[in-house]
C-alpha cells in the first residue's frame, strides 16, 4: 500500500520561506503532487514532480527525490492568503491516476 | 468558466436514511473521482468513473456505498441506510485523465452530517 507522512501544522511570519516536508513509502508511483485547500473550500492543484528535482511555479516550487522517498514544498515570500492546507499526493502507478492523500499541513501565516 | 459542481453544499440526515450526492464535472473531462474528508484529515479515495463505468471501485467502504455515471458527465453518490460514521465531506473531482499530470479539479464538496 501507499503512506505519506507531513507535519501536521507549520507556523510562519509573513514575508518568510517556509518548507513543507511529505515522506512517503509506496510500491510505485508516477508523481508527487501538491494541493492547497482553504478552509471549507476545494482542494487546487499547486505542483507536480514526475522526475527527481525542484519544479518552480512563481513563489512556489517543489522537489523531489525517489531514493530518499522524501519531497517538499516551498513557498516563499509568505502572504497571509497562503494559510491554507497543503497536500502531498502520490499519484498510483495504475491506470487509474488516483491520487493518495496525506494528511495535509495546516500553515498558519502570522504577520 | 464552469469548475466542478456538487450538490448540496450542506446535507443533515437522520441516521438510516438514504442520501444522494451530486457531481457535475467540467466539460470534456473524461474521468471522475470522488473522496472523502473527514475532519482535519486527508482526503480518501472512493471511486473512479472513466467515462461511464467504474473500474475502481476499491475505496467504497461497505455495499452502503454506491454511485454511477451518466452520459459521461454527471456523477450521483448514493449511501444508504447512513451511520453517523459516514459524516463527512463528499468531494469530486474530474480530469483529462490521458494527461500527463492528471490534475485534477476538485468541487468544493457536500458536508455529510448524520445525526
Known amino acids: 500500500g501507499q503512506s505519506l507522512e507531513q507535519p501536521s501544522e507549520v507556523t510562519a511570519v509573513e514575508g518568510a520561506i517556509v518548507q513543507i516536508n511529505c515522506t512517503y513509502q509506496?510500491?510505485?508511483?508516477?508523481?508527487l503532487s501538491w494541493y492547497q485547500q482553504h478552509d471549507g473550500g476545494a482542494p487546487t492543484f499547486l505542483s507536480y514532480?514526475?522526475?527527481?528535482g525542484l519544479e518552480e511555479t512563481g513563489r512556489f516550487s517543489s522537489f523531489l527525490s525517489r531514493s530518499d522517498s522524501y519531497g517538499y514544498l516551498l513557498l516563499q515570500e509568505l502572504q497571509m492568503k497562503d494559510s491554507a492546507s497543503y497536500f502531498c499526493a502520490v499519484r498510483e502507478a495504475s491506470n487509474t491516476g488516483k491520487l493518495i492523500f496525506g494528511q495535509g499541513t495546516t500553515l498558519q501565516v502570522k504577520p | 468558466g464552469a469548475g466542478v459542481s456538487q450538490s448540496p453544499s450542506n446535507k443533515v440526515t437522520e441516521k438510516g436514511k438514504d442520501v444522494e450526492l451530486r457531481c457535475d464535472p467540467i466539460?470534456?473531462?473524461?474521468?471522475l473521482y470522488w473522496y472523502r474528508q473527514s475532519l482535519g484529515q486527508g482526503l480518501e479515495f472512493l471511486i473512479y468513473f472513466q467515462g461511464n463505468s467504474a473500474p475502481d471501485k476499491s475505496g467504497l467502504p461497505s455495499d452502503r456505498f454506491s454511485a454511477e455515471r451518466t452520459g459521461g458527465s454527471v456523477s450521483t453518490l448514493t449511501i444508504q441506510r447512513t451511520q453517523q460514521e459516514d459524516s463527512a465531506v463528499y468531494l469530486c473531482a474530474s480530469s483529462f485523465r490521458d494527461r500527463a499530470k492528471n490534475i485534477q479539479y476538485f468541487g468544493a464538496g457536500t458536508r455529510l452530517s448524520v445525526l
Open positions: 466539460s470534456g473531462h473524461t474521468a
Open positions: 514532480n514526475a522526475l527527481d
Open positions: 509506496t510500491s510505485g508511483f508516477y508523481g
